[in-house]
């Protein structure tokens, strides 16, 4: 059986979205990091509505503000950090074709021509409608399930990465 | 212009911790020990620690926390890079590089690859190791003792500076 995923691109949203949940799945202790991103959100929002000034806390506790100013940037720094590395993959930026077969998956694009056996590939993750093909711990192929060329179904597809002995998360 | 083989380039886990564990150090460790260290003599600092006392004993728990800490931070660096090497197959298999004027060809057991030269952001030296650039964390490792008969070493650095790689 042979399944075509024609023209797939992820633009920056989805890929920042998609590597976010990611992250999340693979890294759950992230989420605590949460809680002081909160606190601190929510006390940088207290110090500007509130009646102490910035000056004061500063000379009170200046370790504290820089704490504060930290977790106020982190969201940037990992959005810009995510953006360069968006611009940066020429296979994220063209669309490619993707045909998957019993041995293994191929990709077709400007930026790359690869036939990959199923052995290289080390787990999947699926996100609502994109599937995340993975072949080392840094990058992953990004499937758009929804552009999946007809008669096939996201379900082929799943079955197919399973039966190539890739696990599906 | 001949083509130039590569043939059975094998990344070894030893070759992969040598070549990722400067990188590493350069990129994240002193800055990350700078960050650390600024909060731990802060945190003596406001507890009073400095205030009275002799100053060897005080600088020697300091110095002892400090290199616990990059013990530890130098042993998690050496989990992740081996963690890296064991989740690659594709690093681990034997792997035939044909490079031309046309661009570059791989072939492994696992991957049969086509990667035209525009989709070469640039090469690195690692070591003995050309690293062609193809994306964020993203290449192919080059070993020119792995090069065959007659090509050598300047004829590879000659095709890549042809093709109009710049050395990172």
């Known amino acids: 059986m042979t399944i075509v995923i024609p023209q797939v691109r992820v633009d920056f949203r989805r890929y920042l979205a998609l590597s976010l949940r990611y992250s999340f799945r693979r890294k759950p202790l992230m989420a605590v990091l949460l809680v002081p991103w909160l606190t601190f959100m929510w006390s940088a929002g207290a110090l500007l509505t509130g009646p102490?000034?910035?000056?004061?806390?500063?000379?009170?506790?200046?370790?504290?503000?820089?704490?504060?100013?930290?977790f106020l940037l982190l969201p940037v720094l990992l959005v810009w950090g995510t953006w360069q590395q968006y611009q940066a993959s020429s296979l994220l930026l063209n669309p490619a074709d993707y045909v998957l077969n019993a041995?293994?998956?191929?990709?077709?694009?400007?930026?790359?021509?690869?036939?990959?056996?199923?052995?290289?590939?080390?787990?999947?993750d699926q996100f609502g409608s994109w599937l995340l093909l993975q072949a080392s711990e840094q990058s992953a192929f990004f499937l758009d399930l929804q552009r999946i060329a007809p008669p096939a179904t996201p379900a082929d597809v799943l079955e197919l990465v399973k039966s190539g002995g890739v696990s599906v998360h | 212009m001949e083509p130039i083989i590569l043939a059975d380039v094998r990344m070894s886990r030893a070759d992969f911790v040598a070549i990722n564990w400067p990188i590493i150090v350069r990129k994240r460790g002193w800055i990350n020990m700078l960050l650390m260290s600024g909060v731990v003599v802060y945190l003596f600092w406001s507890d009073g620690f400095y205030e009275s006392g002799y100053w060897l004993y005080q600088a020697g728990i300091t110095l002892a926390v400090l290199a616990a800490m990059a013990i530890l931070l130098g042993y998690l660096y050496r989990r992740a890079i081996n963690k890296q090497y064991d989740s690659t197959p594709l690093m681990q298999q034997p792997a035939t590089y044909r490079l031309s004027v046309a661009g570059i060809e791989k072939t492994s057991s696992l991957q049969r690859l086509e990667l035209p030269w525009a989709s070469c952001q640039g090469v690195r030296r690692l070591g003995r190791?050309?690293?062609?650039?193809?994306?964020?964390?993203?290449?192919?490792?080059l070993d020119p003792a792995r090069l065959e008969a007659p090509a050598t070493e300047a004829d590879l650095r000659a095709l890549l500076t042809q093709q109009g790689l710049t050395f990172l």
Do not use: C, H
């Open chain 1, 52 to 70: 102490t000034s910035v000056i004061d806390v500063l000379k009170q506790n200046p370790l504290g503000m820089l704490f504060m100013l930290f």
């Open chain 1, 103 to 124: 041995t293994g998956v191929s990709v077709r694009g400007p930026a790359m021509n690869t036939d990959l056996m199923w052995p290289a590939f080390t787990r999947a």
């Open chain 2, 129 to 141: 190791w050309y690293f062609l650039v193809t994306g964020p964390q993203r290449g192919e490792f």
